[in-house]
């Protein structure tokens, strides 16, 4: 009966699969790459402010129905609660009100795990970091040719970095630029001119529907389920910036973008995404490699946003992650995490995880950590 | 300078970027950034380089000393070239998202690449405007900031104080740059006037050398405990002389205690002593280890216990004047307010380590040290040892009592056996494991006396077997195993049990030819040397017990290094209770017999003799009585393993219980494989021919047939063993910590199973909690 339901649930995922590939094609041959670079940003800061706009009206003239919202939430939970039960060996359908709180809590603790775990994961990229540096320091050659390479590397990230910060002062330079390029390269102009024809839209599209935006998102807002979560593979560079964007928001220590790139570009299909209205609310990042004779699978980043906790967001995307290392023939899954770190232990032990080993002092910090392994065979 | 030097540096390049034209396919905005940053880089490049990136340590250390003024005040300018135009050029040919790689530069590389004036990746954007870089020590004296002479009592103890926090700091596995060598007079002590502070100085310097090569040679580190490598340019500035380091420390004292007779007020000074003392007895213990490393001839090992009584009565004294040195400044880094500098190694650092490290403060220091004291006290103990087995039993203890101390494993392992080769700096291991199982159960054929011993094919027999023994390392290697931090050992017992297989073989071989000897013998008519080589399992019996003995420990510590999940418990202490535990027994119980029948056949053959003097029969009479004190020296231990079996039981069925009630958690099963999880836990047993696998299906059988018991049963089986284990506990006399401490986990969890069979919670199944902070392998059962 289990085994029924998660193949049609497999085959759910297949389907919306398909989907996503089949929007891909219709997407690409519509713009440029810079205008896909862009507009996704644009997105996001709009989205951003409408969202403020949202917190703040229901709070001043719709108390009553926020507390019709409340109990909506409460009945979603209670869905979202009903199909793992029939997994977990329990079978309660419905249980006690102490049976609601404690299955609350841990899906808490489930999302929890998630922001945790990437501290720990981030932590272990970072000790190999330090490993890598010592094999580094032994080939003077080496080093000698590197230092030449960075300065490339560095002025690449500053350029990406630049770019989010562009403002409107720059807008009136670009159109004089264009009306410079236009006499020159007519072919430049007319990109350009399609980038301006994108931008007008969604401004006219803002201010005419700000009032049915605001009564129609009112609604979901505060109760987003899990059914609302989209589940999709990486796809192309544009979603680069936003997967680092979350990934760093939830960490503490340094990537450059280059650790991205390593993973991302050599295991495209490791690496998974969940979003929720157009914002990117959670990633994993992986890699299936060959050690020792073994073909491993290793977590190298899951992070979840805080605000889309307990809605198996970081379960999901785990075992979309292992589920496609299967299909690539994995023969185990590892990662690391630290020692204490009992949401992020909770939900890889729950999918069958053990600990294979203690690492001591594995982290800078000097706190151990545990390998977690999934062995398949 | 370096305020200033930004801002011109920067308008410049603004202003180079606005009049440069744009390339087509970039924004006028981009370009501009690009081309601040760009400058920026250059400036960053110059710095960087002109302070380690491309220069060997040397150079380094040369112009940082070239001109104290220029060291604070400016960096090295050269002359760079504007290639932005060319950058630009060969960014135009890129597609978004693509990136240029070289053979030897790839997405692997990359991720080892600094982006410049990244404030988490660039050390160099720690520094603001108002923060100069961390002076060197030539720098600070140009300053003003060190005094190198007429330093006051004060300030040495400070000095003093600080540095021992900064040896206890690197002994616990931080960066030697980052904590030893942030002190500026650890660079240059032979630049220092005050001659208590360059005697102390130079100790320090040499007690580094010397901890580094005890801790090399003894081969028992790995990269968490302790970092080898460090700034090796600095500390090859003055060559080590530790010889000469206990005359010079002496000297001092000696000079600085003439000194207190002429003074009236002479606390400060004596607390000075106190210090000089207990470096210099702590460097004297600690150069005689090395020495024994080294040499492996040196054997007054009694001078090494005395040294340590001696530092140990300086420490109350040092305790006592913390209060007497200058204290650390708050807020600040620096373990003392003069003479450190935090910071004076972030750029030599890999950019992968910490930004800062928070050095030990000085009474944990010193408690630290008083702990390691203890711990070198006890380790001189291992020379009383002198059989294979006894030795192990104190390197099993050691390691849990002072399992987290690099340098305390390191000084056991050389105090035992520098090098694997000799014993106790003078028996070959070859003798030392001959001589370890005459001890564990007295084979007459290793017995000198034994006219068996002569038979040239029996020692034959005998050479090759104990030469196999030493060629595969085996149980060497179990003891240098006790030496490694305890996560490690795990994994090293993994591989060594999967070794001990071939040993068997050997060793049941060679029992075989023994009573293929016996055979000979006894159709030649010799019946004495029959009887001596008959039934012959020493050899096997020895190598078994110690084979059992490493899966054992190797099964349990996954419980003290918490790498068991819950709903494993089941299997885990069911095997030990079914069969580990059980082998371990026999294994003793045969070697009893074998000693208790080889005491009767001595006996009969003295009466024997003996039957025609009654004199002599009055003298031999004496020896039975002698005899009967030691016929059962594994008694105890067989007493104490009957208990773990007990407890492995009633943790068994306790689990059982729990399991079956509803109160374990489970993993979902899309995933996981419990078949392949028991394999994989159990896998360095799988290679052994004795014991044998057990296969899963075997323990699925068993467990089934477990199961069929009704949960109220299982709790009362659980409870039965649990008592059990408490009768066993409490029949033993003169128990150690160790067995009280499992007494009450006995008596708790007998306790708990009664009241969970008579129906506690039973509407409500929780996971209990397993408390194993009383005992690493056996947990109380907590209900919540």
């Known amino acids: 009966m289990a085994d029924a339901q998660a193949a049609a649930a497999g085959k759910k995922k297949y389907k919306n699969k398909k989907n996503s590939a089949e929007k891909n094609p219709n997407h690409n041959p519509n713009s440029s790459g810079q205008v896909e670079a862009q507009t996704p940003s644009n997105g996001h800061v709009q989205h951003q402010e409408e969202e403020a706009t949202e917190d703040q009206e229901p709070a001043q003239e719709l108390r009553g129905l926020l507390k019709k919202m409340h109990l909506c939430n409460g009945h979603g939970h209670k869905e979202q609660e009903a199909r793992p039960l029939g997994e977990v060996v329990n079978g309660h359908a419905h249980g006690h009100s102490n049976n609601n709180h404690i299955r609350c809590t841990s899906g808490s603790s489930n999302n929890n795990n998630s922001t945790h775990n990437n501290n720990s994961v981030d932590s272990s990229n970072n000790n190999r970091k330090q490993r890598r540096e010592g094999g580094d320091g032994g080939g003077s050659d080496s080093n000698s040719l590197k230092p030449e390479e960075k300065p490339i590397t560095a002025t690449s990230k500053t350029t990406a970095n630049i770019h989010p910060t562009t403002t409107t002062d720059p807008k009136p330079k670009v159109s004089e630029d264009v009306a410079v390029e236009q006499g020159v390269h007519v072919a430049t102009g007319s990109g350009h001119s399609r980038e301006q024809e994108r931008k007008q839209p969604p401004s006219d599209y803002a201010e005419g529907a700000t009032p049915t935006i605001t009564a129609q998102l009112q609604l979901p807002e505060p109760a987003i389920s899990a059914d609302e979560i989209v589940y999709k593979e990486y796809e192309a560079e544009h979603q680069m910036h936003d997967i680092m964007r979350l990934i760093q928001a939830e960490l503490s220590e340094p990537y450059s973008i280059y650790t991205y790139r390593y993973f991302i570009y050599n295991w495209p299909k490791l690496c998974f995404l969940a979003s929720h209205d157009n914002q990117y609310v959670g990633a994993i990042v992986c890699k299936l490699d060959m050690h020792m004779n073994v073909r491993r699978g290793y977590i190298a980043m899951l992070a979840v946003r805080k605000e889309y906790r307990k809605l198996k967001i970081g379960t999901t995307l785990v075992t979309k992650a292992i589920e496609a290392m299967l299909a690539d023939n994995a023969d185990e899954v590892v990662l690391e995490t630290e020692m204490r770190n009992q949401p992020a232990l909770r939900l890889y032990e729950n999918l069958g995880f053990v600990r294979d080993k203690r690492l001591f002092r594995y982290y800078l910090n000097g706190v151990d950590a545990l390998r977690l392994k999934l062995w398949f065979r | 300078m370096y305020p200033s030097t930004l801002p011109a540096e920067a308008d410049p390049s603004t202003m180079n970027g606005s009049s440069v034209a744009e390339p087509p396919d970039f924004q006028a905005a981009t370009a501009a950034a690009a081309a601040a940053a760009r400058a920026s880089s250059l400036e960053q490049d110059e710095w960087s380089v002109g302070e380690c990136g491309f220069l060997d340590p040397d150079v380094q250390r040369t112009m940082r000393s070239g001109s104290a003024a220029e060291d604070i005040t400016q960096y090295p300018m050269h002359g760079w070239v504007d290639v932005t135009k060319e950058f630009h050029d060969a960014c135009a040919e890129l597609q978004p998202g693509e990136l240029a790689q ?31 870089p961390p002076p060197s020590f030539e720098a600070a004296i140009a300053t003003g900031a060190i005094k190198l002479d007429d330093l006051t009592p004060s300030e040495l103890i400070g000095i003093y104080d600080a540095l021992f926090s900064c040896l206890v700091s690197w002994l616990e596995g931080n960066s ?127 001078d090494i216990y005395k040294i340590l009584l001696v530092a140990s009565e300086m420490l109350p004294g040092i305790r006592n004047t913390l209060d007497r040195g200058t204290q650390p400044e708050k807020g600040s880094d620096a373990p003392n307010p003069m003479g450190f500098s935090p910071r004076i190694h972030d750029r030599s650092q890999p950019p992968a380590f910490p930004r800062s490290i928070k050095i030990r403060d000085r009474p944990s220091s010193y408690q630290f040290l008083e702990e390691m004291i203890s711990r070198f006290k006890y380790a001189c103990k291992v020379t009383k040892y002198k059989d294979y087995y006894s030795a192990l039993n104190f390197f099993i203890e050691y390691s849990k009592k002072s399992g987290q101390c690099i340098l305390s494993r390191s000084v056991l392992q050389t105090l035992f056996s520098a090098n694997m080769r000799m014993a106790h700096g003078k028996l070959p291991m070859k003798q030392f494991l001959r001589h370890s199982v005459q001890v564990f159960n007295s084979p007459p054929v290793l017995n000198a006396k034994h006219p068996v011993a002569a038979d040239p094919k029996v020692q034959q027999h005998l050479e090759n077997f104990f030469r196999y023994c030493i060629n595969m390392n085996t149980f060497t290697q179990f003891i240098r195993i006790c030496g490694f931090n305890r996560a490690r050992q795990r994994d090293k017992l993994a591989r060594l049990i999967e070794n001990f297989d071939t ?25 004495p040397m029959a009887t001596a080589l008959k039934h012959s399992t020493h050899f096997s019996t020895w190598v078994l ?99 773990l079996l007990s407890l492995c039981g009633g943790m068994y069925k306790a689990m059982g219980a729990l399991t079956k009630d509803g109160r374990v958690r489970l993993p979902l099963s899309k995933f996981d494989n419990e078949e392949i999880r028991y394999n994989r836990r159990f896998l360095p047993f799988a290679t052994l021919t004795s014991p044998p696998p057990v296969s899963y299906a075997e323990f699925k059988n068993v467990r089934e047939h477990m199961m069929r018991h009704s949960v109220e049963d299982l709790y009362t089986y659980a409870a039965k063993h649990f008592d059990q284990a408490r009768n066993v506990l409490e029949s033993i006399q003169n128990p150690d910590q160790e067995m009280l401490d499992l007494l009450q986990i006995a008596r708790t969890n007998f306790v708990v199973m009664n009241v969970l069979a008579r129906g506690h919670q039973k509407e409500v199944k929780r996971q209990p909690e397993f408390d194993f902070s009383k005992h690493s392998y056996f947990p109380i059962i907590k209900l919540k």
Request: hydrophobic fraction near 45%; aromatic fraction near 10%; charge should be negative.
């Open chain 2, 102 to 132: 070289d053979m030897l530069f790839g997405l692997f590389e990359a991720m080892s690449a600094i982006e410049i004036m990244d404030p988490k990746m660039d050390v160099g954007m720690g520094f603001d405007k108002q923060d100069l």
């Open chain 2, 176 to 302: 030697m740059d980052q904590v030893l060598f942030t002190c500026l007079y650890l660079h240059a002590p032979a630049q220092i006037k005050d001659k208590a502070l360059r005697v102390f100085c130079t100790a320090v310097r040499n007690l580094i050398v010397v901890i580094k090569k005890i801790i090399a040679v003894a081969a028992v580190n790995e990269e968490e405990d302790f970092q080898l490598y460090g700034n090796s340019a600095l500390l090859a500035a003055e060559k080590a002389q530790p010889a000469t380091v206990y005359s010079s420390l002496k000297d001092v004292e000696d000079e600085l205690i003439r000194k207190c007779k002429k003074l009236t007020s002479t606390e400060d000074w004596m607390a000075v002593v106190h210090r000089l003392r207990f470096m210099r007895h702590l460097f004297q213990v600690i150069y005689h280890v090395e020495q024994m490393a080294s040499n492996d001839t040196v054997d007054d090992k009694v």
């Open chain 2, 503 to 527: 040993i068997q073989v050997d060793a049941a071989r060679l029992d075989s030819m023994m009573n293929q000897l016996a055979n000979e013998r006894a159709m030649e008519g010799n019946e």
């Open chain 2, 545 to 643: 017990y110690n084979c059992f003995r490493a899966m054992l420990i190797f099964l349990m510590s996954g419980f003290e290094l918490e790498l068991y999940a819950v709903h494993e418990f089941l299997y885990i202490y069911w095997y030990p209770y079914e069969f580990l535990i059980g082998f371990l027994v026999s294994a003793l119980t045969r070697t009893e017999n074998i000693l208790l029948a080889q005491e009767e056949y001595a006996e009969h053959q003295s009466k024997t003799q003996s039957g025609g003097s009654g004199a002599a029969k009055n003298r031999k009479a004496a020896k039975p009585k002698k005899n009967k004190k030691t016929q059962r020296p594994y008694r105890a231990e067989i007493v104490f393993y009957h208990a």
